[in-house]
């Protein structure tokens, strides 16, 4: 059964039926008669967030949990790396998307950054540069 969404809403894409995200819910918990149509109907994301939901958390019982709810073969690695996307965005967490630099913790790290740079690029260099940081 295929299904895409439509402001918010699950709509089954050969009827055009919408259905809400509760029923959507409802239909992820309950045991079909095909286990084809709950894979269809139920990303392996969402999966993973119904397994924590239940208070499975551990990756080999998780898996053993989704194999046995959806028929759905998953390895612990991929279980593991939803998990942690889940718990991330609950947190608020997550990468800020720039390089994790350490600032300076001495003068003497100070000097020697400037020293790479009068090395790299010239001591006039250097000197312009600062003359028009400070201006």
């Known amino acids: 059964m295929p299904t895409k969404t439509k402001k918010g809403k ?24 095909s286990l084809t149509q709950a894979t269809a109907a139920v990303s392996k994301m969402d ?5 924590l939901q239940e208070g499975v ?22 279980f593991s790396a939803y998990k942690n996307n889940i718990q991330k965005k609950k947190v608020g967490g997550g990468s800020s998307g720039g390089r994790g630099r350490r600032q300076p913790s001495s ?4 000097i020697r950054g400037v020293k790479g740079l009068v090395d790299r690029y010239g001591a006039e260099v250097v000197r312009d540069v600062v003359t028009a940081l400070t201006e």
Do not use: L, N, Q, Y
């Open 47 to 51: 999966m993973v967030r119904i397994t």
């Open 10 to 33: 699950k709509v089954d894409a050969e009827k055009e039926v919408a259905v809400e995200p509760e029923a959507a819910a409802d239909v992820a918990e309950a045991k079909p008669a």
């Open 107 to 110: 003068a003497g790290e100070i």
């Open 57 to 78: 958390t551990k990756p080999t019982e998780g898996v053993d949990f989704i194999k046995s709810r959806w028929g759905v073969e998953m390895p612990t690695t991929m």
